[in-house]
């Protein structure tokens, strides 16, 4: 049974640095496409980015793109989401979500629709306040 956990998060300053952890258990990390998704409170949950088996990076959303930078760590089975610059609308809970993706597929990654994805964090919280 694949497990997610997400740590990291918190209460930080607008203008602040955050770096968020995913750490996977239980399944074949080197197989796993793994994303991030944010939801603000009564929002729905959109995907921010994705980090593809071969260390690629699909960003969701453009207007973070700048902002962000994805890694995954292979000895620890982690995926880790850097956000710079944090801004108030960057608050929200974090989640990372796990699903396989095929060997052959190098050049995309799953869909940002939450409902592609099999495998969830409980979430970290993250809040921007000025």
């Known amino acids: 049974q694949l497990q997610l956990v997400e740590s990291g998060g918190g209460m930080v300053q607008t203008g602040g640095s955050l770096r968020l952890s995913c750490s996977v258990a239980?399944?074949?990390?080197?197989?796993?496409?793994i994303g991030w998704f944010r939801q603000a409170p009564g929002s729905e949950r959109p995907g921010i980015a994705c980090i593809t088996r071969s260390d690629r990076r699909i960003d969701y959303v453009n207007s973070v793109s700048d902002r962000i930078t994805v890694s995954r760590d292979p000895a620890k089975n982690a995926v880790y989401l850097q956000m710079s610059d944090l801004k108030a609308e960057d608050t929200g809970d974090y989640y990372c979500?796990?699903?396989?993706?095929?060997?052959?597929?190098?050049?995309?990654?799953?869909?940002?629709?939450?409902?592609?994805?099999?495998?969830w964090g409980q979430g970290t919280q993250v809040t921007v306040s000025s």
């Open positions: 979500a796990a699903e396989v993706l095929p060997a052959h597929v190098q050049r995309i990654c799953i869909p940002p629709q939450p409902i592609y994805w099999g495998h």
């Open positions: 239980g399944g074949s990390f080197e197989d796993l496409a």
